[in-house]
């Protein structure tokens, strides 16, 4: 092949003027790599200074709220349970004492003599741990009974495949804020003893790694390595050896944890590479081909982790929900439950791998769609009433509406914690202070994904014959634009018909309304809808796409070509059309406004205080901050740099939290660092044997994210994770599965729409609705509108033309794979347009296409009737789907072989998005005041630091 390499990658045919041209141009990709290096470190480096300057200012803060509440029994109840622990724990392996030169040291180290602290507050019982732990998760340390104070937050703990889900572990996390970290709890976490296994100091590694572990009862219980003081002792004060190795034996599943950002491009071992990513002066053409994407042979798709597998354990007691807002312990209580919680883990043992998960037949009945039929459909008004309840209810008895201003409006249950500020999460600027209702309601509504058939039928069906493999192929939203347009100014019209001029569903409108006229599609190529001409043959039913859609794909059957690059930069529109973003962010960012008789409490004084600490630069979740300064640029605030002109789209990006502060790349710049690749994989059909290329269509654009922004956004995935395990986030927005099967489960937030990809509480089925219709998205079930930080990302995605403007996502479903976990195959559903596109995060994995997948095995997928195809997705890319790869071919993510987050961000139909936007204004007019975003919220009553002295919560920040 011209241009093929030597085995030292000089090209070898070229003749020397060729090759002289050839290394250069290679000279040049590198050095422009190590220019993007360097300034991710830049990058880094900063704020790695801005967060310790916000550890020391914390520190400060801390002594002073810990003077403030004195507690010097709890610090002695802590200490006592702490050496109890250590006492009765295992004898001690020796541990690496010394420092070694490079040794960083734990910020959060604590002088030998413990601050005082509240009953109940056990702080910075943090134990050094190598940062470079390559598992990342639990490996042996010493267990440290820590009493959970208020103010931690249950994080997400990498899990060994198979492992619950269930937050059962606690650690710090420092979400990426130069505010540094962020100390959160769940309620029935609160006052219970945790084993402490792991932390990672938070000034190491890339934010999402910036947290530390705490033990869940899931692991066998690890042995002590020290000495009780010389853990003591390193609990305190011990330095980090910055590349210690996991000791051989450790619990902790080597791919657990990804490796830091910047990430590698790294295969998961199902696929080759395939088309050199090297960044190149124009979009490099597919080289390769169709040979390049078949898999390996022999390949199969074995969950890398090394963890237990098999049904969780059931939770302890007072982890279980049941416990929620059980808070008052004794100290004396804390020991003993600590080490009975580290004793019993032994007996916790899962059952064998085999045993816990279905069948090939029942993998295959379900993918057949056997499932029961599920329960009565809830009327869509009953439903709004109950997804209204939680905030009505207090309306309905003369308080406030919606959120309880004091404790006296709590319900019964929120009574057990009213006496804690765990009643609300006292994190200034970000989603607080959710009536206990909400979780009630969360848990209520949220899905059980039994997985069983989850995803075969969630998106569109699976094996079986072409019909059968899209059941949820609906006619009915591929009008012209200008119809959707119509349908959508409609139903805008019919909410602004409400009166109501500000909150949610105006931002959502906003978002809509900004756009403008239909761009063509992909730089010029028409105005099809992506969806390519139906493979010859297939059912014409299948939808007007397959007559009207321009193709993207070219002629079934015709060999396929690359697809020109896109428009060129500096064609591209950059600020002029952002401002749109601004509005809706400004919008849904901001409070609505108190109308005469209003009864929120978004205008209290105490929530003004709070904006204003933010705004004087207090830290938040990127979301939170975003909102709060894009409130401030639309209110010509002092604090937001380019408030008054038309901002540049970095600058907005930075305020909605998707760029990291300080790169000043210039948008054309950045833009003309994504580079896009096509595929091609031809099967032959089949029904008809004709050649199809499964792939026509797919866009792949690497570099969309940098990894700095890949860092940023994964900690606010991980932060919404968060919110979303404790029941802060609105109905089914969370779901992660109560059964963790290996294979068959993963965690997922959808944002924008609720779809119905798993059976739910009601029984509602994937993709059916109870008469056994086509069931997608549920407009009724209202969930959290985009975050502004996917709400920017959406807007870059249409400005860099990755996706057609009149496409911008309005949605997203946020998987979050565990290392095992799998996407089963399916055509995503036809409620979402076409293009619509999924971005890569955390690992590069492969993802698979056929033009027929079906399970073969638990996780084990097959193509019938063709090989199928991989395209590993690298971390920071963004694959579109349109044509035939997105709207015909089937396609599935293999069990993952690390850590791995993808972003699908999807455009509603119009009038499913009408119905969205009618469900949410029945929602606010239930309940008398508009919805409010789950990262507009703040704790009533004066947030954190009222939060601090009623009850005593740590909060930093
Ligand atoms: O994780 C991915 O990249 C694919 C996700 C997907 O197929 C979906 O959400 O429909
Ligand atoms: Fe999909």
Redesign the pocket.
Known sequence: MPGAGSANGAPTDLGLGGQLLELRRRIGATKRRIDEEEAVLREARKRLQALRAELSQSKEQEAEVVRELGGEAAAAAAAAAAQAALAAAPPAQQQPQQQQPGMLHQQQQQPQQQPQQQPGMVHHVQHAYPAAHPAGVAPPGPHIPLVVPPGMIVQHLPMPAGGPQQPAVVMFHSHGQPGGPQLLAVPQMVGQPVPVVHVVPVQHGPPHQQQAYIAHPHYPPQPLQQAPQQVQQAVQSQPVPAQQQAPAGSAAPSSACPPPLPVQPQQNGHAPKFVDRAPAAAAIPPTGGAAAVRPPPGFSAPPAAAGPAGPPAPAPSHLSPANSGALVHTSQEFVPRALQLAQQQPQQAEPPHAAAVPTVEQQAGQAAGQAPMPAAHAPAAAAAAAAAAPRSGAAASGAPPGFQSSLADAEPMSKRVEASPLAFFPVPGRGAALPLQRQQQAAAMAPQPSQQGEDEQ??GGSAGAETAAHPQRQPGWQEPETENDAALAAALAECEAHGEAEGLSTAMGAAVLGRGPVAGEQGGRGRGWGAGPAPAGSSPSWGRGSSRGGSTSGAPGAPAVSLPPAASPEAVPVAEDFPSLTAAAAAAAAPPAPAAGSKGWGNTAATQSLRSKLAAGAPGPPGAAAAQQAQQAQRGGAAAPAAAGSPAVEELEVRCGLRVTGDGTPDAERRRLVKRQTFQHTEKHIRTRQQVDVLAGLELHCNVLTPAEQAQLIDAVEHWVALGKTGHLRGRTFSAPKKWLPGKGRVTMQFGCCYNYATDAQGREPGKDPQGLQLGIIPEEVVEPLPPPLRALCRRLTRWRVLPEAREPNSA?I?I?EPGDC?PP?V?HFDFVRPFC???LLSE?S?MFGQRLVPAGPGEFVAQGGDPAYIP?PTGSC?VLKGYGGDTAM???PPVAAR?I?I?LRKMGPEHEAAVLRETRKLEAAQGFPLRAFWEETPPGGGARAARRGGGAITIK
């Open positions: 969630q998106h479903i998987n794979y996407i399916h995503d999924t971005i890569s994995q993802i997705l694959l396609h599935c993510v791995r993808s699908t």
